[in-house]
Each structure stands twice: as structure tokens, then as C-alpha cells.
């Protein structure tokens, strides 16, 4: 196929969908991207772009918007959240990547990721909605659905009860999001030295938290183990003393952490099966929109910069759109229920109980850091030193 004869359609102007905008309007697609909202907002909190991802924003260009918008990681600090004693530290630094470790303010990432697209010749359209009933646009040569979790594309698709349906079960755990400002904190807990990401585990529950440093914030995750139903989304508000509350069995350092938190959101989390089949006709869906992932690998917006430019790649080179198709699953479909399976393992970790296996456990993972410190990154390698994009960056 032409790239430059080729009419695309991306619905979603998230992560996945300029992403992808980006890398098909660069090999010369006439791109136009559908974002139902009137504006690219500053919503949600602080997402971790690993070196897998960061790899696919080297190759679109971005490295240097990349370091200015986002802080290094250096490592992350895990603690026995109810003493607050160290467990294990992951030394990101010392790992080797090819690429960084960082962390963003969601909306600087989809701004930066929205001016690389229009500046490529993508045309963005807000306020544009497409409903599961919405014929799919016969002005296109492909439509690449990125509409996110609710993806309306992926209903219109498949609808409930066909094969690709999506249907999700409640895991009973709910996560609060916050965002405060560094200054509320005494000096000492972020001095700027060098930027970490803490993960406070406990029984039933845990927190990560790490410095938005182009915001002058503090990004913090919390999760909870409860039996009652919470819906899915990230945009249902919740009084932070039921986060403080939730969270009152932890140590001290966790307390005040929490203490300044004046607004919070609370969602439910759910697993999604990730279906064999992510297209039909014309249709693809990427992203969040076909194998949403839970947070415990903050994988999320990784997977989706992956997908992007696998399927730019996937499209310029097959004779066909059918064959682009099939062979961008073939391509991400092990790798991606891979990364979901791991996300689940690490949901059991963080969570274990009672005391004394949970305490076994933690010093089971600090003797092996003691023993050998990179060790317990290695395990990741298949995740983080994975470049789809070839080294292009």
C-alpha cells in the first residue's frame, strides 16, 4: 500500500491515537484524529513511560520535548508499608537502558504528543463524537479506534455477545488518584536529589507515589482490596478521608503522605481479557480500547506508544489492509497478555497477607537484592529492553 495515497481515521486523541497520528502522518497518510472532548484538557494525574515506551517517542522525535516535560527515575524504593522499613530498591539508573525511566504529567505527554501529530499534518477534530451506533466513516481507507476503556468503536464493532466483545469482571480493588503540590511536603521527602518512585505494600492495599517535577507535583496511586463494587473510570470524585482512611494501618510515612490530599478520584479496577481478534473490515483498535491492563506495571501508556508504531510499520509494509491487520496482532498479541499476566502477578505481591508471610516474603526479595542487585530488574528485561521500533530512535 501507498502510504501517501492512504486516508486514515484515528478516533481518540489519547496517547494511542496521536501516537499512531504521528507516526502515519510521517510516512506521508492523510491523518485525521476524532477526540470527543472540546478541548486536551490538564486531566488525570502522572503516568511512568518506560524504556520500552520511551524508545517509540525517540524514534518519533521527541527525545528532547521528552526530557524537558518529564523527570528521570532513578529507581524505585519498596517498603513494608506498615513499618516503613526497606524491602528492595530497583536501581533503574544502573540498569542500562537504552532509554530513561520517566515520568509525566499525563496532560504535558498527550500536548506534547498532539503538537507532534498537527506539526506532521495530522488534523485533530474536538468535540467530535462517534457512538456505538455511528456509522464508521466512509471517507477513509482505515480507521484505527484509540477512544480509550469505554472505546465506543470497539461496541460498534462488537457488540456483546460476539466474538472481540468486551466484558469485564470487577478484580475488588479500587484506586484513588491524587495530585499535591511538592511545597506541601517538608524538604526533606523530595529534595530533588534524585527523583524515585516509593511503593508502600501492605495487606490488602498499597501506594506508589513519585515528583512530577515540570508541575511541582506529587503523583500519588493508592489501591484497596474491598468486596464493594466500584464503577471504572478516572473521573469519579471521592473525599479524601476515605483514602486516608482506608490507608490508617500504615506507617507514618504514608500518613503523611496522605495528610495534605485535598481532592481525590476513586475508580474501580477490572480485567479485561484480551481478545484474539482487535479488527474487522476497515476497523483496528489499539491501546487501552482493545487490552486495557491494570496499573501494577504502569504499563498502560506503554503498550499503546508500542501499538502505534507497530501498526504504522505493519500498514507501510503490507500489500493489503486485511494483511496489515492480521499481521499487527500476530505481532502484539503474546506481548501484550504477557504484560497484562505480570501486572496481576504484582497485584498479589503488593497485596500479600497475613503479617508473617507478607513479612517472610519482604525479606525473601531484600536478601535477593543484597545477593544480587540487578536481578530483580532482569526478570523485566523482556518488558523495558524491548525496542519495537528497531532502534530507530
Request: hydrophobic share 45%; charged share 20%.
Amino acid at each position: 500500500m501507498r502510504m501517501k495515497d492512504m486516508r486514515v481515521h484515528v478516533v481518540g486523541a489519547g496517547i494511542a491515537g496521536l501516537a499512531a497520528a504521528t507516526a502515519l502522518a510521517r510516512r506521508g497518510a492523510t491523518v485525521t484524529v476524532s477526540e470527543q472532548a472540546n478541548a486536551l484538557e490538564a486531566v488525570g494525574a502522572g503516568i511512568q513511560i518506560s524504556p520500552n515506551g520511551a524508545a517509540v517517542l525517540a524514534a518519533l522525535g521527541l527525545e528532547s520535548q521528552a526530557a524537558r516535560l518529564g523527570n528521570r527515575l532513578g529507581a524505585v524504593e519498596m517498603r513494608d508499608g506498615p513499618s516503613g522499613r526497606p524491602v528492595l530498591r530497583l536501581d533503574l539508573d544502573a540498569a542500562g537502558y537504552d532509554h530513561p525511566y520517566r515520568a509525566f504529567h499525563r496532560a504535558d505527554l498527550v500536548g506534547m504528543l498532539a503538537e507532534a501529530a498537527t506539526g506532521a499534518g495530522a488534523q485533530i477534530r474536538l468535540g467530535h463524537t462517534i457512538g456505538p451506533e455511528s456509522p464508521i466513516p466512509d471517507d477513509c481507507d482505515v480507521t484505527i479506534g484509540a477512544d480509550g476503556i469505554r472505546s465506543a468503536l470497539r461496541a460498534r464493532m462488537f457488540p456483546q455477545g460476539t466474538a472481540g466483545a468486551d466484558e469485564p469482571a470487577f478484580t475488588g480493588n479500587v484506586a484513588w488518584r491524587a495530585t499535591v503540590p511538592l511545597e506541601s511536603y517538608p524538604a526533606p521527602m523530595f529534595d530533588g536529589a534524585a527523583d524515585h518512585a516509593r511503593l508502600f505494600m501492605g495487606p490488602g492495599r498499597h501506594l506508589v507515589c513519585y515528583p512530577l517535577r515540570a508541575r511541582g507535583l506529587l503523583n500519588i496511586v493508592a489501591v484497596e482490596e474491598r468486596r464493594a463494587w466500584q464503577a471504572e473510570g478516572w473521573m469519579y470524585p471521592d473525599a479524601p478521608e476515605n483514602l486516608r482512611r482506608a490507608f490508617v494501618g500504615m506507617g507514618a510515612e504514608v500518613r503523611a503522605l496522605l495528610d495534605p490530599v485535598e481532592i481525590v478520584h476513586a475508580w474501580g479496577l477490572f480485567r479485561h481479557p484480551v481478545p484474539d481478534i482487535w479488527h474487522r473490515g476497515t476497523c483496528v483498535l489499539i491501546g487501552d480500547a482493545v487490552h486495557p491492563t491494570l496499573p501494577f506495571m504502569a504499563q498502560g501508556g506503554n503498550l499503546a506508544l508500542e501499538d502505534a508504531w507497530v501498526l504504522s510499520e505493519t500498514l507501510a509494509k503490507a500489500p493489503d489492509v486485511e494483511t496489515a491487520w492480521r499481521h499487527f496482532t500476530a505481532q502484539r498479541l503474546a506481548r501484550v497478555r504477557r504484560a497484562v499476566a505480570a501486572a496481576g502477578r504484582n497485584a498479589r505481591i503488593y497485596h500479600l497477607s497475613p503479617a508473617p508471610l507478607r513479612r517472610a516474603l519482604h525479606a525473601a526479595m531484600g536478601l535477593a537484592g543484597r545477593i544480587a542487585p540487578q536481578a530483580p530488574l532482569r526478570r523485566f528485561d523482556w518488558l523495558y529492553r524491548e525496542d519495537v521500533t528497531g532502534g530507530k530512535g
